[in-house]
């Protein structure tokens, strides 16, 4: 299996070992497979840790509906809208680097790049935007907080601001978690970056790129879920 | 009671004896008797799907035994009888603090007759406890924010240990008490000597102090509904849910009014969150548990305990009737 | 193959290839991190065991007179905390896993050298820091932290230690990733999955609980964490919040956890059988699907905890019920290792003894659980010594007999020397006698009412008997495994020298040089043969098998 060994400049009785190739590993493919596999179980047990909230979030929100429905309603959905297709194009741009990267495009690959990285940046800029505003209107949990709301479809019934701090602290950690995904996937893709500019991502050896690009999208399929879950509760109410 | 767990106890051990003999026969007398010895190889046998049948159906089916005796037990021991006395139980770090219906009010102590079935309301006022008796082969965890329920039955008049078996701090191994069985005539006496009156009787001073009446008025004018006959019986909410009123509806409804809303009524009430205490808390029940002159235990409140109040935030969510 | 004879000039291997600090702390050689591993969880053992002997000298009395309250709330909850999370389950796959998996399969290291550096420099931060809250005052909240007691109540250092089991777990967590990738990826040519051996699938069932299970505790201890520190109301009733809650999240890890500490122990167990039985394991489909098998029930079992916290009836019936099938695959095992006796030529060398100790230990820890799933039977139980006996049957009769086997065992293999057999025989011993001598009082004791986490029993003077016996017992538990401390240590530097395969075993790791060279194997290894293939070794070498150190 070793046809995808390079031989890289005239040595002289054996072939030479693609430098990328590490030493325990007998063919690239090997290590391919590897890295790949590597990244499906990594993104595995982050669907663990995250699912963790997400059962403690639908177990409150069954039991809450009106007081969540009212606290989502406090949550800008067009902003968080907006942040979904951001990443959504990110993703699309990611899947044209992994196919940059494949098919030698060195243009290509550096512009998908930049693209994602400037997606994944708008999208924690409009975050930001969002925790700002929760920061002004006091939801954020803890000593300064105060929610003041009635139930959505039911004028004469106020939401219970206790279990709405649940929700707003569900809502932190959630997405704050999501954020810091982020923000490492962004630094992930600088590194990306930097080594498609030294032409370290070629056809022959892209493995960064396609396992850096599943990281990527699983962060993005977190917020698909994150975002009808948090935001879209009610709203027709 | 405690004799349907020895009993189980009993054949377990007898069942778990047997096996662990038979492992333990098995592997010494191999042990000794393939002892290696020179010129004589051991014999590769690679298995033998009958055996491993064999030996994953038997102890299979005798689990299920286990598992369906065990489940009898427990849910007898989940399923307190109609007409128990009750007793509401406050644990406290690190106290256990009890009142019986009658209104008698005791420390770390219960006294109980002999020969009739007690029932324990109980709740936490601070983190998660547990009320063991381990003579009564009785154990229930006591929870912050709601009820749970337990019952015995004591046949011997003594005095049984009584443990806290959920650490919860400093002084958990000092949570320790006494239940003291009595003859029935000695605690007729007992009874007798220093009550404060019923506890539904203190349930309705609150009752009136706190202003409860006012809307809970004994006719269908008031704002809030009518409680005579309510508890122990479905109760149809705003939302179209329909739900059994017990203990931890009632203690819901004092501290979260507005998240189980009769039909027919606005969510006008005000919460009594941090203005009530447990004990008044336990009586106000004991009180609207009094004006449905069923008794302690109405006809579908003997089956609200094991269908086990689901989670809820200060109370539960009551218990859906099919 | 087997000589007894020194060579005269050691050969380069793993052990002298580099010498110096940096050389061993940057290192990517999977068996230098394994010994990295043992040094430092060997250190927490005793950490763990020390916190256990005060435990047992203060319950010699009645009254609670050794230490204060809150002092013996903390001992036990860090005997627990590090014993769990520092020793036993990083313990043999971190230690015997991480040298022995790639060679058993004929590989030059695992799928991610760096990453298993990682994870113990992980594993090195998350004691740092538990050793520090430990030091500046130790946390109390039993090592469940049960809510609300942890995130209300206690006034111990329960971010800290939260924080440091939550970094422990990403090193359990890269470590389970790093077994299934190079299981998967990095067997030699015709090492097919029915060729592996019984500790590669044991590993693999482990490493699918470790990359599972392990981000759900993360999870919970962020949101524990959370809750001290900001006052939020996620499992505080006052605040609209369920315990209940903290309690499914907690377990649901938790009980897989137990199978991580059992399941490696029984991957030794089958390895050493087989060896000093001289034939294959009996039934070697049947046990490596029972690892399998649970490792995938265990993970609905979790509320088997939680009978009488306040679930509903039918959710207990159910829980109960599904704890009894993930019974049946160990029962399974139990038969099977000692068919595998059956007709054998079975040698007495200490890794056996350990094994049958196992087999007699894990029969009886296990046996116990049955009474534990009774429903009727665990409401009197649970929260006693019975159920603190149970686990200690698991996890120190089972799990730790299975570490000791397997470090006798393999010790040949990773240091080049031979441990002294004799000495080695007369500790097992001495830890089964111990052993059983600490934790069979504490069955009786359980069934008696005694409940766990009290530091003061004067109100049941009535147990006094039975908690001396047991610390009796502890005692003798202790010098069982200061033993091997001194052995292994002393053979380092004094051991006789050991051929490259003293047990004649069956396994690619026997066919390197004691100590293996860094890379393992010269060439790759083709494989042609089935696994425990003791027929043909033995009719190859039919003189005496074991060597005795």
Redesign the interface.
């Known amino acids: 299996m070793s046809d995808s060994q390079i031989t890289v400049a005239t040595s002289v009785h054996e072939e030479v070992r693609n430098p990328a190739l590490l030493h325990h590993f007998a063919t690239e493919q090997q290590q391919r497979d590897a890295s790949s596999l590597g990244m499906w179980i990594f993104l595995g047990t982050e669907v663990m840790f995250f699912g963790g909230l997400f059962c403690a979030y639908l177990i409150y929100r069954l039991w809450y509906f009106g007081d969540f429905a009212a606290a989502a309603q406090t949550l800008n959905s067009w902003l968080g809208m907006t942040n979904t297709i951001v990443l959504i194009c990110s993703s699309l741009t990611v899947v044209f680097a992994v196919y940059a990267a494949q098919h030698g495009k060195r243009t290509m690959l550096l512009a998908s790049l930049a693209l994602t990285l400037l997606f994944g940046l708008a999208f924690l800029g409009i975050k930001g935007m969002e925790y700002r505003e929760k920061f002004e209107n006091h939801h954020v949990p803890g000593a300064s907080f105060s929610f003041v709301k009635t139930v959505p479809g039911h004028p004469d019934e106020m939401a219970n601001p206790r279990h709405a701090e649940i929700y707003f602290a569900l809502y932190f950690i959630m997405t704050g978690l999501h954020a810091l995904h982020m923000i490492v996937g962004i630094g992930i893709f600088i590194w990306l970056l930097t080594m498609a500019w030294k032409g370290r991502l070629t056809p022959e050896y892209n493995t960064p790129m396609e396992i850096g690009g599943l990281y990527w999208h699983f962060v993005d399929i977190i917020w698909i879920y994150l975002f009808p879950l948090l935001y879209l509760i009610d709203l027709h109410k | 009671m405690a004799g349907n767990v020895d009993a189980l106890y009993i054949f377990l051990l007898i069942v778990t004896g047997m096996m662990t003999l038979l492992v333990f026969t098995a592997v010494i007398y191999f042990a000794a008797r393939y002892r290696h010895r020179r010129g004589v190889p051991a014999e590769q046998i690679d298995g033998s799907t009958h055996l491993e049948i064999t030996w994953t159906v038997i102890p299979f089916f005798v689990f299920m035994v286990i598992f369906l005796w065990g489940a009898v037990v427990y849910f007898k021991g989940r399923t307190p009888p109609r007409d128990s006395t009750e007793v509401y139980v406050v644990a406290k770090q690190w106290m256990w603090k009890l009142e019986h219906a009658e209104g008698q009010r005791e420390i770390n102590e219960l006294h109980v007759p002999m020969g009739r079935d007690v029932k324990l309301i109980m709740t936490s006022q601070d983190v998660i406890h547990s009320f063991f008796v381990p003579a009564f082969r009785m154990k229930q965890d006591v929870l912050p924010g709601r009820y749970t329920i337990a019952w015995f039955h004591a046949t011997k008049p003594g005095t049984y240990h009584l443990f806290c078996a959920e650490y919860c701090g400093t002084q958990h191994s000092g949570m320790v008490g006494d239940i003291v069985v009595m003859e029935p005539a000695q605690y007729e006496a007992w009874m007798s000597g220093g009550s404060t009156g019923p506890l539904s009787a203190s349930g309705e001073k609150i009752f009136a102090e706190l202003g409860c009446a006012t809307c809970h008025r004994s006719d269908t004018q008031g704002r809030g509904p009518n409680l005579v006959g309510v508890f122990g019986k479905p109760v149809q909410l705003e939302d179209g849910r329909i739900i059994n009123a017990d203990e931890n509806y009632v203690r819901e409804s004092i501290l979260d009014p507005g998240a189980k809303v009769v039909k027919g009524f606005k969510p006008v009430m005000p919460t009594f969150q941090g203005l009530v205490s447990e004990e008044q808390l336990n009586a106000l029940i004991a009180y609207v548990k009094s004006l449905s002159n069923a008794g302690p235990a109405g006809p579908k409140t003997a089956t609200a305990p094991e269908r086990a109040p689901a989670p809820g935030n200060t109370g539960t969510k009551g218990t859906q009737v099919e | 193959m087997s000589t007894a004879i020194a060579q005269p000039v050691e050969r380069e291997n793993y052990l002298n290839t580099q010498y110096g600090v940096g050389s061993w702390l940057l290192t990517t050689d999977h068996k230098r991190i394994a010994l990295l591993y043992l040094a430092s969880i060997t250190f927490f053992f005793f950490i763990g065991g020390f916190f256990a002997l005060l435990i047992r000298l203060e319950l010699l009395t009645p009254a609670?007179d050794l230490v204060q309250?809150?002092t013996y709330?903390k001992l036990f909850t860090m005997h627990g905390q590090v014993m769990v999370f520092f020793f036993l389950i990083p313990s043999i796959p971190a230690v015997l896993g991480n040298f022995l998996v790639?060679m058993m399969i004929g590989?030059?290291?695992?799928?991610?050298?760096r990453?298993n550096l990682l994870s113990w420099y992980l594993y090195i931060i998350a004691g740092i820091l538990m050793l520090h809250c430990i030091l500046t005052g130790g946390v109390?909240?039993?090592w469940t932290f049960?809510t609300?007691?942890s995130t209300?109540?206690?006034n111990t250092k329960v971010i800290e230690a939260g924080l440091a089991i939550f970094i422990s777990g990403f090193s359990s967590?890269l470590t389970g990733?790093?077994f299934?990738?190079?299981i998967?990826?990095?067997r030699a040519p015709g090492m097919t999955w029915t060729r592996l051996p019984l500790f590669i699938w044991a590993h693999y069932a482990t490493s699918i609980i470790q990359?599972?299970?392990?981000?759900?505790i993360?999870?919970?201890l962020?949101?524990v964490v959370?809750?001290r520190a900001?006052?939020?109301?996620?499992f505080d009733?006052?605040?609209?919040?369920?315990?209940?809650?903290f309690q499914h999240?907690f377990w649901?890890y938790s009980h897989p956890a137990v199978y991580i500490m059992i399941l490696p122990s029984m991957g030794v167990v089958s390895e050493v059988i087989a060896c000093f039985?001289?034939?294959?394991i009996?039934?070697?489909?049947?046990v490596a699907l029972s690892s399998i098998a649970i490792a995938v029930f265990g993970f609905l079992v979790w509320a088997h905890h939680m009978?009488?916290?306040?679930?509903?009836?039918y959710a207990?019936?159910i829980f109960?019920?599904l704890s009894?099938?993930v019974?049946?695959p160990s029962?399974?095992k139990?038969?099977?290792w000692?068919?595998t006796?059956?007709?054998?030529?079975?040698?007495?060398e200490a890794p056996m003894l350990y094994a049958?100790g196992f087999?007699?230990l894990f029969?009886?820890g296990g046996?116990?659980g049955?009474?534990l799933?009774?429903?009727?039977?665990?409401?009197?139980v649970?929260?006693?010594y019975f159920v603190v006996a149970h686990f200690h049957y698991i996890m120190v009769g089972g799990a730790l007999m299975g570490y000791l086997g397997g470090m006798h065992f393999w010790w040949p293999k990773i240091t080049g020397k031979l441990y002294p057999e004799g000495w080695a025989r007369l500790a097992a011993l001495i830890v089964f006698v111990g052993f059983n001598l600490t934790f069979f009082p504490q069955f009786i004791l359980g069934?008696?009412?005694m409940?766990?986490?009290?530091?003061?029993?004067s109100?049941?003077p009535e147990f006094q008997v039975l908690n001396v016996l047991s610390t009796a017992g502890a005692t003798i538990l202790g010098i069982g495994y200061l033993l091997p401390m001194i052995y292994f240590l002393w053979s380092m530097r004094y051991g006789k020298p050991a051929p490259d395969n003293p047990w004649n075993a069956a396994g690619l790791e026997w066919q390197t040089q004691s100590p293996p060279k860094t890379?393992n194997f010269d060439e790759?290894p083709v494989v042609t043969w089935e696994a425990y293939n003791?027929?043909e070794i033995?009719?190859a070498h039919p003189e005496?098998v074991h060597v005795v150190g």
């Open positions: 609670g309250a809150d709330n790639p590989a030059k290291d695992l799928a991610f050298p990453i109390d909240t039993g049960y609300p007691f209300e109540y206690s967590i990733l790093n299934i990738v190079t998967h990826r990095m990359i599972l299970g392990t981000p759900v993360a999870i919970t962020v949101l959370a809750e900001l006052h939020l109301g996620i009733p006052k605040l609209g919040g369920d315990p209940l809650l999240l649901f039985s001289r034939k294959r009996f039934g070697y489909s049947f009978f009488v916290a306040g679930i509903s009836v207990a019936l109960s019920l009894y099938s019974a049946v029962a399974v139990v038969f099977n000692t068919a006796l059956y007709k054998g030529s079975i040698h007495y049958f087999l007699g029969t009886i046996l116990t049955l009474f799933a009774a429903l009727g039977i665990d409401v009197h649970t929260d006693t069934y008696l009412g409940p766990r986490r009290y530091f003061d029993y109100h049941m890379f790759e003791y027929d033995d009719k005496e």
